[in-house]
């Protein structure tokens, strides 16, 4: 693999690292209203695409936000 497609690899990545934060911010936001600057910070801050896909799958068969954002630690 060449520098540039490496490049090219981990901006994809970080994109899709993105477009999960802002999708569970977003779904969060919708099903409770507000959400806290520290729940917030948290979901921005998790770097592992898993664990947003865990706290994502979490949204509809939680009741709180704690319950879905405890795969983010």
């Known amino acids: 693999m060449t520098v540039a497609e490496q490049l090219m690899a981990k901006g994809e990545r970080k994109g899709k690292l993105k ?3 802002e999708v569970l911010l977003k779904q969060l936001a919708q099903k ?3 959400i806290s600057e520290a729940d917030e910070k ?3 801050e998790t770097q592992d695409p898993d664990k947003l896909d865990q706290a994502l799958s979490l949204i509809l068969k ?3 936000i ?3 954002l405890r795969p983010l630690g």
């Open 19 to 21: 477009d999960k934060q």
């Open 42 to 44: 948290k979901i921005m």
């Open 62 to 64: 939680s009741e709180s």
């Open 66 to 68: 704690e319950e879905i």
């Open 32 to 34: 409770f209203g507000s």
